[in-house]
């Protein structure tokens, strides 16, 4: 038996998607391969994914980024949630917190105590049980493993400049051996009889052979979509938005720790609060809205002064029926685009390059582990897909048509099914591999006025009376721990001149 020699891994794109791959890749696959990043000063990225969920934590972690360096190099800003304002009508807000909903009771829910205690008319609103949920609305904030004992740790993510992320991660790939190659991609060469890519032909009469090349080419999808054919499925009769606007603003205070998303006539706008700016955009549906309408909406909401123009990007939303074809893996908007509505764009690309690392071919002719990898990464996005849907279709904004449409229109059998379960009896059942939990289900289902009929057997023998204490008990101790943390900016300068500090002690 032979020992497989060094492959040639070239990833065509930089941005976020390519220079999480080209920094992951260096990481793990050390002496395994020589890897080449193309990319060309002159082609922009789209650069708006600025709002994480917690799954960015294992990536960062993987790659040893300590959390003060990274809060600095990027800008960054803690997240505990999404404020969701006028989805399900105009005056109406919600927030889906990370982490748990209240507290369990055996084997039964938080879920099916509260909706037993809104049957008795002795729950509050579903929020002032998520301790996340109350620390966003007091803007506090504290870190997983930092908190003092009396104080439940809040699950967190991070706001942070997209277009520092790809640079921080830069210095990391190329210190680890990975080459950039400033140029422009003409052409693409495959081999005649496998048809796998075999070269890229770049300006400036150069050529660059690879083993198995990563696509990181925006919408273009240039290797994946043009070379190789992968069809598109488009996912907009679900999803119906198709262009956005983006423009960040100055920084308004106080510095919330969490993405607000308000509902606008025909799509909704983004506000994504970082340390030294505000980042904003407007994501809106063009057969509703005028690209001019959808500007002056942007810019008469802003918190501050705009920091340039509203740069205009135009998209379709769905996927490439397959994510890895030949000797061929499309990463980002080169595999597909789902607005960044639940903040997944980065978690699509991190969580592919999970799987892609343990799945790695030893050679292209491989096509069980493609096939694996492709109905893994169909089923993780059809299933964001549904949440995505669940927050337009659930919405009560009457007489505005596109809202009206969302409404009305023919839903997938998998949402269906979950919205039908919940009517029933309040049920959520998390699929095998879901990234959104029982928890996120149900935050964004009562959120948007779903009303159960029902709720669990388990919960009919509790008493009331006691039901109702523990719930007010419950909230009361969530309220009074948020005010016991410190404010989000300055946990913020905390972890930064604490880490720092230490960095300063331990060189000593």
């Given at each position: 038996?032979?020992?497989?020699?060094?492959?040639?891994?070239?990833?065509?794109?930089?941005?976020?998607?390519?220079?999480?791959?080209?920094?992951?890749?260096?990481?793990?696959?050390?002496?395994?391969?020589?890897?080449t990043?193309?990319?060309?000063?002159?082609?922009?990225?789209?650069?708006v994914?600025?709002a994480?969920?917690?799954?960015?934590?294992?990536?960062?972690?993987?790659?040893?980024?300590?959390?003060?360096?990274?809060?600095?190099?990027?800008?960054?800003?803690?997240?505990?949630?999404?404020?969701?304002v006028?989805?399900?009508?105009?005056?109406?807000?919600?927030?889906?917190?990370?982490?748990?909903?209240?507290?369990?009771?055996?084997i039964?829910?938080?879920?099916?105590l509260?909706?037993?205690?809104?049957?008795d008319?002795?729950?509050?609103?579903?929020?002032?049980?998520?301790?996340?949920?109350?620390?966003?609305?007091?803007?506090?904030?504290?870190?997983?493993?930092?908190?003092?004992?009396?104080?439940?740790?809040?699950?967190?993510?991070?706001?942070?400049?997209?277009?520092?992320?790809?640079?921080?991660?830069?210095?990391?790939?190329?210190?680890?051996?990975?080459?950039?190659?400033?140029?422009?991609?003409?052409?693409?060469?495959r081999?005649?009889?496998?048809?796998?890519?075999?070269?890229?032909?770049?300006?400036?009469?150069?050529?660059?052979?690879?083993?198995?090349?990563?696509?990181?080419?925006?919408?273009?999808?240039?290797?994946?979509?043009?070379?190789?054919?992968?069809?598109?499925?488009?996912?907009?009769?679900?999803l119906?938005?198709?262009?956005?606007?983006?423009?960040?603003?100055?920084?308004?205070?106080?510095?919330?720790?969490?993405?607000?998303?308000?509902?606008?006539?025909?799509?909704?706008?983004?506000?994504?609060?970082?340390?030294?700016?505000?980042?904003?955009?407007?994501?809106?549906?063009?057969?509703?809205?005028?690209?001019?309408?959808?500007?002056?909406?942007?810019?008469?909401?802003?918190?501050?002064?705009?920091?340039?123009?509203?740069?205009p990007?135009?998209?379709?939303?769905?996927?490439?029926?397959?994510?890895?074809?030949?000797?061929?893996?499309?990463?980002?908007?080169?595999?597909?685009?789902?607005?960044?509505?639940?903040?997944?764009?980065?978690?699509?690309?991190?969580?592919?390059?999970?799987?892609?690392?343990?799945?790695?071919?030893?050679?292209?002719?491989?096509?069980?582990?493609?096939?694996?990898?492709?109905?893994?990464?169909?089923?993780?996005?059809?299933?964001?897909?549904?949440?995505?849907?669940?927050?337009?279709?659930?919405?009560?904004?009457?007489?505005?048509?596109?809202?009206?449409?969302?409404?009305s229109?023919?839903?997938?059998?998998?949402?269906?099914?979950?919205?039908?379960?919940?009517?029933?009896?309040?049920?959520?059942?998390?699929?095998?591999?879901?990234?959104?939990?029982e928890?996120?289900?149900?935050?964004?289902?009562?959120?948007?006025?779903?009303?159960?009929?029902?709720?669990?057997?388990?919960?009919?023998?509790?008493?009331?009376?006691?039901?109702?204490?523990?719930?007010?008990?419950?909230?009361?101790?969530?309220?009074?721990?948020?005010?016991?943390?410190?404010?989000?900016?300055?946990?913020?300068?905390?972890?930064?001149?604490?880490?720092?500090?230490?960095?300063?002690?331990?060189?000593?």
């Amino acid at each position: 038996m032979n020992a497989p020699s060094t492959q040639h891994i070239v990833i065509a794109g930089g941005g976020s998607a390519g220079w999480m791959a080209a920094a992951a890749l260096s990481r793990f696959l050390g002496g395994a391969a020589t890897i080449t990043l193309i990319e060309s000063d002159m082609i922009g990225t789209v650069g708006v994914g600025e709002a994480t969920i917690p799954q960015i934590h294992h990536f960062n972690n993987a790659l040893g980024i300590p959390e003060a360096e990274f809060l600095r190099e990027t800008n960054a800003s803690f997240k505990l949630g999404i404020e969701f304002v006028g989805w399900r009508e105009e005056g109406h807000g919600y927030i889906h917190g990370f982490g748990l909903l209240g507290r369990a009771v055996g084997i039964l829910p938080f879920r099916d105590l509260w909706l037993k205690g809104r049957f008795d008319g002795t729950a509050d609103e579903l929020g002032v049980y998520n301790f996340n949920d109350v620390a966003a609305r007091a803007d506090r904030m504290i870190g997983l493993g930092h908190s003092p004992s009396s104080v439940r740790d809040l699950v967190y993510a991070y706001h942070f400049d997209a277009t520092l992320y790809a640079a921080y991660l830069r210095k990391m790939a190329e210190a680890r051996g990975v080459t950039r190659l400033n140029a422009v991609i003409q052409s693409v060469e495959r081999d005649a009889d496998s048809g796998d890519i075999s070269a890229l032909v770049l300006d400036g009469d150069r050529r660059v052979e690879g083993d198995f090349f990563i696509d990181c080419t925006g919408f273009r999808s240039v290797l994946l979509g043009e070379t190789l054919g992968v069809p598109f499925d488009d996912w907009s009769h679900w999803l119906p938005c198709n262009r956005a606007l983006a423009v960040p603003c100055e920084r308004a205070d106080p510095l919330h720790p969490y993405t607000r998303s308000t509902a606008r006539q025909a799509g909704w706008q983004w506000r994504i609060p970082l340390q030294h700016r505000t980042g904003n955009g407007h994501v809106y549906c063009a057969d509703y809205l005028s690209d001019d309408e959808a500007t002056s909406i942007l810019l008469d909401n802003l918190d501050g002064k705009p920091l340039g123009d509203p740069r205009p990007i135009k998209f379709t939303t769905g996927r490439r029926k397959e994510a890895w074809s030949h000797n061929c893996l499309a990463l980002g908007l080169a595999a597909g685009f789902m607005e960044p509505l639940e903040s997944t764009s980065l978690h699509l690309i991190q969580t592919a390059i999970s799987r892609f690392l343990k799945m790695m071919p030893s050679s292209n002719s491989e096509q069980k582990v493609r096939d694996a990898f492709n109905r893994q990464i169909a089923m993780e996005w059809q299933q964001i897909r549904d949440f995505l849907i669940l927050h337009y279709t659930v919405n009560q904004r009457e007489g505005q048509p596109f809202w009206d449409y969302c409404r009305s229109m023919t839903l997938p059998d998998s949402l269906v099914e979950k919205i039908g379960m919940f009517e029933e009896s309040g049920a959520v059942v998390k699929d095998d591999g879901e990234l959104f939990t029982e928890e996120g289900w149900t935050q964004v289902m009562v959120g948007q006025g779903l009303e159960p009929r029902s709720y669990s057997p388990l919960a009919r023998g509790i008493d009331g009376k006691e039901l109702g204490l523990f719930l007010s008990s419950l909230a009361e101790s969530y309220r009074q721990r948020a005010a016991t943390l410190p404010t989000h900016e300055q946990w913020i300068e905390h972890v930064q001149s604490g880490r720092a500090a230490a960095a300063v002690k331990g060189a000593r």
